[in-house]
């Protein structure tokens, strides 16, 4: 039951605004977001609460979705559909926890998030007339109809944030449908909006809303840039590249006695001295090596160098010791280069007998069937220089690298089969999805890999599809999805934290770079039945350019290498060579989220205030994926899931929650609002992605 006194003085907020003089009521809740909706309330305005709906996505391909008038311009009939991007039909829906005055993910709803546009669909009732200031954020651009009247039309692409828009909105007495546009031109993909107080009032209630939630949301951190808040817990610092030098950096690797050694896919290899100064200007850059087709990794033992290039793998040896390559040796040259621009090749990695490993890009040209042998394999090569095929189905498997215990891990991209960008645990003879290579299985060892017959679509929870595969050897699913928009779209190489606290709270977990976004994520892994699963968050944005390769050097700072031709990327640089330090103040993060047989587990990085710990302050919903030829998924069957319990431990870094009713093949998205550590320190990154294969027996 509410209390008399904010009851009372909702009523007089009510009748003020019935009067034409409307007064602010503050009505502080345990979120943000609570309280802007308790607060209009409270002063009798409208709220904005109630069912929203959505569809699309509709194209913005080459951005011309913007200019672009879609039948939900025309017309709003919550029961039509209409042919939305790539010819599939699409109609409206109910989004699911839509939230007033936060950040909203769109990014859910695209096949393919980048070049999509999504409508937003609410109705409004005021009794009297009504003109009330509104509030809105978009990444990116942003169209709003009042009553079927354009009231805001912006054509931008930037990141989203509280408050970037403020237009007055003139309510008639009865319904009024407000109708919303937002188009994508990639990366994040969002939406907020917020009714306001009229006159004065807004500021007096954004002073109050600013000083009971300082920074208490993501969009605070992006108002104020990329990386802002990121950069108090881990410091960005660039290396100056000579005028002459164009460093789209390949490859990253250090040698024993200190110097950074980067290849690049210009096909050079250059050392770096002085790397780990403190300050990184004082590095000098030498020429090592030249000659090398498009490098796109390096492993280094002692004075030994190992390159993969597009066709081979190579050893780069230096026998007068002058710090200059004297000789180029192959090692292995047995799988194929056709000359398709897409035939990448990546690694290696080095395996504790000896034994490299390197992935192979699938070509664009020449259909749905490798034309050079072993691409879309992970292959291992011994040191001999034999090829043994090793595990198939892999996409653009920009990232191979093994975990402190021996366990191979790849990346791969989104693409056709590829419903998201993922992270595999990869076992010798499996099947990771991606037909492409299936044609040299008979050449490979594995009869366990030889095509079977699988009829009808599916998702990956095994539910029917659109379409799917006919005739492939089951698929094994990743150990993490990381899902498009809001986890990156291009991941690039993983790295295990080794420094032993050093580098911050997050000993023992997985760095991932990505391309397009220029962040890096962060993964924190448990076996499950013996197999990997585990969950995906956000860690460090703000980089130069494309991230495409990490190491950690013997100073415990990571080092980024970046590049972003024929790819893309954020950043705004077409290369680059970064490092980031840990400034010693540890960020309040969700540090990882573990299954429970009815439920999960959430530890955080530093003891959590009891008195945030509200059911309201976790949302949790699911949602999978289809398994198909077409670019990408959407995320489908989005359920919200109920959590019954939340629970507190004794050492106040844990928080657990049970939630019936568990499924296998499904991402769980966890949103935490309002959550703080005992310190009062906000959450910096208040969302994580669990991907589930497994329940516990």
């Known amino acids: 039951m509410r209390p008399l006194g904010t009851l009372l003085l909702g009523l007089l907020g009510w009748a003020a605004v019935q009067s034409g003089n409307p007064r602010l009521v503050y009505q502080k809740r345990d979120t943000r977001a609570e309280t802007i909706v308790a607060s209009l309330k409270a002063s009798g305005l409208p709220t904005l609460e109630g069912p929203w709906f959505y569809i699309g996505p509709f194209d913005n391909t080459g951005r011309q979705g913007f200019a672009t008038a879609y039948p939900p311009e025309r017309e709003i009939d919550l029961k039509k559909t209409y042919p939305g991007k790539g010819g599939r039909m699409v109609g409206w ?22 070049d999509s546009c999504v409508y937003l669909y609410h109705e409004i009732e005021v009794n009297r007339p009504l003109d009330q200031p509104f509030f809105f954020g978009s990444d990116d651009t942003l169209t709003v109809w009042l009553n079927g009247k354009l009231i805001l039309s912006e054509e931008v692409y930037r990141p989203a944030a509280p408050d970037q828009t403020q237009v007055t909105l003139h309510l008639k007495p009865g319904i009024n449908r407000l109708l919303l546009k937002v188009c994508n031109g ?89 790397a780990t100064a403190d300050n990184p200007a004082e590095a000098r850059f030498h020429l090592f090596a030249t000659g090398l087709h498009e490098p796109l990794g390096m492993h280094v033992e002692g004075r030994d160098v190992y390159v993969v290039q597009r066709p081979e793998l190579t050893k780069l040896v230096d026998r007068d010791g002058d710090d200059i390559v004297d000789e180029y040796v192959c090692l292995c040259d047995q799988w194929g280069c056709s000359g398709d621009y897409h ?25 749905d069937e490798s034309k050079s042998p072993w691409r879309g394999w992970c292959v291992k090569i011994t040191p001999q220089g034999r090829l043994i ?89 990743p150990c993490v999805f990381f899902p498009y928009g809001r986890m990156g779209q291009s991941q690039s190489e993983p790295i295990w934290d080794t420094t032993a606290g050093a580098f911050g709270p997050f000993a ?22 013996g197999r990997y699963q585990g969950a995906c968050f956000p860690f460090r944005s703000g980089f130069e350019c494309g991230v495409n390769r990490l190491v950690f050097g013997p100073d415990h700072r990571l080092y980024v290498g970046m590049t972003n031709r024929g790819w893309g990327s954020r950043g705004g640089k077409p290369f680059g060579l970064q490092r980031l330090v840990y400034t010693g103040v540890a960020p309040m993060e969700i540090h990882a989220i573990r299954l429970m047989p009815d439920g999960f587990v959430l530890s ?94």
Request: a neutral charge; aromatic letters at 12%.
């Open 343 to 367: 035939e990448f090749a990546f690694g290696p990695a080095r395996d504790r007998e000896g034994n490299f490993f390197v992935t192979l890009n699938r070509g664009f040209g020449g259909g």
């Open 93 to 114: 829906r109910e989004f699911p926890g839509f939230r007033v005055g936060a950040l909203n993910n769109l990014a859910r709803f695209g096949a393919d998030n980048t």
């Open 508 to 529: 023992g977990q997985i760095l991932v770079g990505d391309q397009t976004n220029a962040s890096i994520l962060r993964v924190a892994l448990e076996k499950v039945n």
């Open 604 to 697: 955080f990085t530093k003891p959590v205030d009891p008195a945030s710990v509200r059911p309201t302050a976790f949302s949790l919903q699911s949602f999978t994926y289809y398994y198909w030829s077409t670019y990408g998924s959407p995320e489908v069957d989005t359920r919200a899931e109920q959590i019954t319990e939340v629970n507190r431990a004794a050492d106040g870094r844990t928080v657990r929650l049970t939630v019936p009713g568990l499924r296998r093949g499904r991402v769980y998205e966890f949103r935490l609002d309002g959550i703080r550590a005992a310190d009062g320190t906000p959450l910096l990154h208040p969302e994580g992605y669990y991907t589930l294969n497994e329940l516990l027996r």
């Open 389 to 477: 095929p090793y595990a198939c189905g892999l996409r653009s498997p920009n990232g191979v690298n093994f975990s402190p215990d021996g366990d191979l891990f790849v990346t791969d991209n989104q693409g056709e089969w590829v419903a998201t960008g993922k992270l595999h645990h990869v076992r010798e003879g499996e099947f990771y999805g991606h037909p492409f290579g299936l044609r040299w299985v008979p050449e490979s060892r594995f009869a366990g890999l030889m095509p079977t017959k699988v009829t009808g679509g599916m998702t990956f929870d095994g539910q029917p599809g659109k379409t799917g595969p006919g005739g492939f050897p089951p698929a094994v699913p």
């Open 186 to 274: 990639g990366g994040g993909w969002e939406v907020y909006v917020r009714p306001g107080f009229p006159g004065d009032l807004d500021r007096h209630f954004r002073t109050a809303l600013e000083k009971d939630f300082p920074a208490a949301n993501p969009g605070d951190q992006r108002s104020r840039g990329p990386g802002a808040l990121e950069a108090n817990h881990y410091r960005i610092e660039t290396f100056p590249l000579p005028a002459d030098l164009i460093l789209e950096v390949g490859g990253l690797k250090f040698r024993p006695d200190g110097q950074l050694l980067v290849c690049t896919r210009r096909g050079e290899v250059w050392r770096l001295e002085r």
